[in-house]
């Protein structure tokens, strides 16, 4: 064989050799990527705790009881907030890598600001990583995975999103446990009530109780016993307003705000007694407008209009509440007297 055909078929034996590595080495990157980028998780019915955290030193723990999602084990989770973050767990996925120009840019800032979410199934940790701040244009979220096997971070950012949604999701991964509280205070079906007792303080002759004796047979009754008629209709519809009733704001109750309404005067309270004869008590005060808000209305209020403080669950909780749905609620007798 002539040197020049071995020095040709070296060469292309050579180049064979670096194709075959070359294609190895992309079907590994490609798979890598692939992996740094699985953010997506499809199975959240099988999710039974979740630890959020963020770099501030704030973090909740979310865990699945059979009766609802649980809060840092003492409050009943907002089912709104975990529908969301499930569904956002469930629905994300990669937009775009990040460019090699801003990559070390981005970990530096995640490194700083970021939020980690740990989901477990039964005890293990099926999925981790890292949300970050937004893009830009505020369209996307920067994101990095965690290789749940060597509880590694991969080495590679990613600019997520989801599809069909325009913004960014860093907001969804909230640490602040008065934020994922349940807003519910009220909570009673018909016939689950015995008696309502409405207090108002600063008109208290225009106080009432109503006894549901059966949904068929009612009370009304003034502070003093003096039994008064009603149109049944009316108290009918009263006693509904009770289902499924909630603050718009749950006050943290180390707060200032809230300490001040420890030694404030409600100017109602209201009380339920269940079928078992549970009380279930709450208090109302009155929230000071603002010049503001006056302005807007051309009105001199005293008081906010719109909004009050209330304690509830006998005093274990604090919020603000809206007139909007509590006002119905704050009548007085005179509501419930039959129509001349």
């Given at each position: ?13 050579v180049l064979v ?87 070390d840019n981005v ?212 919020g603000v509440a ?19």
């Amino acid at each position: 064989m002539k040197k020049s055909s071995v020095i040709t078929i070296l060469i292309l034996l050579v180049l064979v050799i670096a194709a075959i590595f070359v294609y190895k080495s992309k079907g590994k990157n490609s798979t890598m990527d692939k992996e740094a980028g699985n953010f997506g998780l499809k199975d959240t019915a099988s999710v039974d705790k979740i630890f959020l955290a963020d770099k501030d030193g704030r973090s909740i723990l979310l865990e699945k009881k059979p009766t609802g999602w649980l809060l840092n084990g003492k409050y009943t989770v907002r089912p709104d907030a975990i529908e969301l973050l499930l569904y956002t767990v469930r629905m994300v996925e990669v937009k775009s890598p990040v460019s090699k120009s801003s990559r070390d840019n981005v970990i530096k800032i995640m490194a700083g600001k970021s939020t980690k979410i740990e989901m477990y199934s039964k005890g293990t940790k099926i999925k981790q990583y890292y949300v970050g701040h937004s893009t830009q244009d505020h369209t996307g979220t920067f994101m990095l995975l965690t290789n749940p096997e060597t509880d590694e971070n991969y080495k590679e950012p990613f600019i997520t999103h989801i599809p069909g949604f325009e913004g960014f999701l860093t907001t969804r991964y909230f640490t602040d446990e008065i934020d994922w509280r349940d807003r519910l205070m009220i909570n009673y079906r018909p016939p689950q009530i015995k008696q309502i007792k409405l207090e108002l303080h600063e008109i208290p002759d225009s106080s009432f109780v109503i006894d549901l004796f059966s949904m068929q047979r009612f009370g009304l009754k003034t502070m003093k016993g003096q039994q008064l008629s009603f149109d049944e209709e009316k108290i009918k519809q009263y006693i509904a307003y009770f289902q499924n009733v909630n603050c718009e704001v749950v006050l943290d109750k180390k707060s200032k705000l809230a300490d001040s309404l420890n030694t404030a005067i409600p100017f109602a309270t209201l009380t339920i007694t269940d079928r078992n004869n549970n009380l279930n008590v709450s208090r109302f005060y009155h929230k000071l407008s603002i010049p503001s808000q006056n302005k807007n209305y051309g009105i001199d209020y005293k008081y906010d209009p719109d909004r009050l403080y209330a304690k509830y669950n006998n005093g274990a909780d604090y919020g603000v509440a809206q007139y909007f749905v509590f006002g119905k609620m704050l009548q007085t007798y005179l509501y419930f007297l039959p129509r001349k």
